[in-house]
Structure formats: C-alpha cells, structure tokens
C-alpha cells in the first residue's frame, strides 16, 4: 500500500496544479493518471489561460471590470465561486511561474468572447512561453498527440501569422523550436508543470486507473482503490478529483447531457469516473446537462493511439469563420452565426415538428475561393481534393450527394452572397465583433463573409463536438466537495472538468476550462497543505 498526505486523480492542469500546490506547502503528494499519457485534455488543448488583471497585461484590467465581464456574460452562476476564481487567477499565474520552469507571455492577439459587453478586454490571456521538454523523453510518448499542428509555435505566433487564415508558416523559426526540444501551447504546460511538480518531490504513476474512494469510520474520503491488482492508496489528508469530464462515455452522455454530443475533440480518456466516484460518496451534483461545445470535423482514417483506435476529430476552426463559407441544416437552411463562439450550441435546438435535432445534419459548404486560400479539414489550401471530400461543380449536384433539396441551398446561398457582397449578414449578425475578426482574415474584404460562388464547391459534415463536460459535484470557494446538505464531504475535493463549473451554460472566453482547472486545483492543493498537521515532502519526486 502506497500513502501520502495528498491523492491526486488525473494529470491535466487541474490535476499538476493541485499536486504542485499541495506540495508547494510542505505535502507528500501522489498523482494517479489512468492512461499512459500525462495531461489528458490539457496536452491537446492551445493552452490559452483566461486570466484577468494578470501581471502580463498591456491593457488596464481590475478584478471589478472582470466581476462585471462574468455577470453580463455568464449571469445566474454562484457569486461567491465567480469572484473567488476571479481574484485568485492572477495569483496562480504568478505562483506557476515562481514554482516550476513556466514563464508566461501575453496573448494580445487572443481576445474575450464578447468583448463589447461591459468589462470586456481585447488582452485577457497568457500562455506558456517556449520550454525545453528536458529530460521528460518523447513528447510523442509523453503527452496526448494534439489534432493539429505540432506545437512549436504560441497561440500568438499563429494569430500573428494568420495561419488558420492562409497565412505562410514562420518555417524557420519552427525549425529552430523543434531542434531545440522547445514546446508550446496545452502540451507546454503539461510539460512545465511535470517539471515543476517533480522538482517539488510529487510521486507520479501513470497506467494506474482509479476506481473507488475508500472512506474512514467517521465518513472521510482517506484514499483510493485503483486498478492495480486493488492496489489502495493512502491519503492522510484528503484526495483531489481531476480526472476529468464524461465526454467519452457513451451512456452518461446520452442520460445526462441536454444536447447531442457525438464528436468530443478530447483523447478517449474521459469516462466519469469522478463523477461516479462523488456519487457513490453522497456529492451533489450540478451542471450535469453543460459541456463546452465546440463544432468537430473528422478525417477519414484519423484516430487517437489507444488500442481502439478511436477517432480523433478536430475542431472546426477555417470552416467556421473563414470566407466563402457558410453552414446549412438538413433542410438546407443557414441556422446559426457560424464564426461566433457559442455556435455549436444550435446543435442542440429540438424541431417541435418531429422532436428531433433541427439543425443535424450539418454541413459547411464552400467553394473554390475557400479551398485556393484556406485549410479545410486539414487538407492544405490549393492542394488537390481527396476522394473522401465532398465536390461538385454546381450546387445542384452537391445538394443531391448531402441528401439536401436543391432548390432550397440555391436559394440559401443566392441570399447569403448577396449579403455577403454588401458586408453585413441580416439574418445571423456574422462578423460583427471584435472575437470573430480576430479569427478571420484580415486580407479579406470582410474578415468573415465571402461569397460562395465559384466551382468547385464542397461539403464537409460538422458534428456536434466538445472540449469537455462541464457537469460534476458541486464544490465550495476551498475546492471542497459538497453533499446535498450543501456541507463538505471530509477529505474530498474536486477540480477542473471533474468539478461543477462555475461558468456557464456557454463560454465567454478561449482558455476559461485551462484557467478554471488550474485555479480551483491550485486552490484545492493549497487547503489541502494547509491542512495536513505535518510535513512529510520529499526532496525530488518520481515518474513511474
């Protein structure tokens, strides 16, 4: 039997944030990770931390302008949570680059969601400055492998270059990163945090899947059994859930979440096993219904390198706020503001004729405008279309091959280009905001909206995807865990897509699941620390 003062389940930041302050304050600490790989959703994501009056920022910010940005943006959440993250965001930002090689840069190009609301900013973010992957091996054996490109280059760098808009990729400085071992984005901060948590002496076991909370007489969470040979773990002081959403669970999607969800865009670890977990120990639950809903594409052939071999979607990012591209239903019918960030929650409306999802199927439809200048389905621009993409040369015969009527897309995209010509869309409002032209082409002459005109045309199918579930025990400003009498469940707490979120129902900001998972983890760390009555942290931590 293994013991520590601290059990953390899950690798992801939420998870490394946890074990790192926990250990930060004098812990022994001990991370389980269920899979081979360390990070889980974190190491595939940009990495982008939504954190509002950091020390980074060249606009001015205060926690008040941030309070009044999530009440307009995300009314109805609990207060006490939305101002303890806000408050405390700026502070783990500083910790992280105190307490591991972590150094982050601003993000000025990446700007909040609704950035017109009152106390919206245009410069909220940060991310991970290149870092060497050191003595870590492989990246490709050590992380998740992300659906894009490899990350070498910062969220800003991407902007900057316009790479999702057509842009020419800086070849000689991605050269230079990949030569020095140098990583970004979601996996450089996994690999940062790795470094930081075994320099602070945290034990750390992959291939080792937790399946219950043990409980002491007196009804406190005291450990887990996992996976190995019902190997248990002892946790003196109290366990951290981080091991994620349900994304990839099959019956929990289908009874708990409000909308589809088909096309999860995160590797096939999220099960619910934290969820189950809280249950079986009397958690109450919130938010069950949410997931950060994104917009998903498949590849043929493309898959994750489990054993199943599961498909590895992609978000929908070209296809969505590019021009010369717009979406249809089934009916063949625009539904949505295509290039807004909250898109795919148009998923998720029911046609009161046949209690069905109105708007799936769905297609983005383009042309040859779109397929000369931009990606699509990572297919490069101006390369030859693989048999699997959907071609025609009139929208007549593109419509007969998605089973859509003819007369209907004609007259869908005939009104689409004729607004699209004028610059302004009547019918959805795309491209009028400061977030969807941050994410268009600024060479354009509008940065959303183009026609759809010139054959060949295509059709690509978009799913219904997620970047993770937002349903989970409800916890409390320490990261604890609640029971249905609304009291802390002893020695339990819950971070990151494991937990309640405390934002929602859509989101507001790119990287608010990062910068939620490393606040409330770093908060559940430091309670912990700050609770075990002696300190037992070793000097160097392990990897096994």
Partial sequence: MIEADVVVIGSGAAGLAAALAAADGGAEVVVLEASSRWGGSTAVSGGQVWAPANHLMSEADSVEEALTYCRAAAPGRDEDLVETFVRTVPEVVRFLEERSPIQ??????????????????TSRHVEVAPLDIGDLGDLNELVWPAPFFAPVLTNQEVLEHYLFAGGPPPMELI??????????LGAGLIVGLLHGCRKAGVHLIRDCRVTELTRDTYGRVDGVRTDRAHRTVRAHCGVVLASGGFEHDPTLRTELLSGPLTHPVTPPIQHGDGLRMAGQVGAAMAYTGEYWSWPACQAPGRTW?????????????PERSLP??????????????????????????????????RNLPAWAIGDAQFRAKYSVVGIPAGTPAPDWLISADSLAELAKLIDVDPAALAQTITRFNRMAEAGHDDDFQRGRTYYEHAFGDPEAAHPNLGTVCEPPFFAVPVYPGAVGTKGGPRTDRRARVLDWSGDPIPGLYAAGNAAAAVFGPGTFAGGLTIA?????????????????????????????
């Fill in 305 to 317: 390198p489990d054993v199943a071999a599961t498909p590895q979607p992609q978000l929908t990012l």
């Fill in 324 to 357: 010369h591209v717009l979406w249809v239903n089934g009916a063949g019918r625009r539904f949505v503001n295509e290039s807004s960030h909250n898109c795919a929650a148009a998923f998720a409306e029911i046609d009161p004729n046949t209690h069905g999802p």
């Fill in 175 to 184: 050269a230079q990163r990949m030569s020095a071992g140098a990583v970004t």
């Fill in 516 to 544: 939620s998972a490393l606040t409330w983890g770093w908060i559940a760390g430091r309670d912990l620390a700050a609770m075990c009555p002696t300190s037992r942290g070793c000097a160097g931590g392990s990897t096994t």
């Fill in 104 to 121: 982050f840069v601003s993000a000025p190009a990446y700007p909040d969601t609704f950035v017109e609301l009152p106390g919206g900013k």
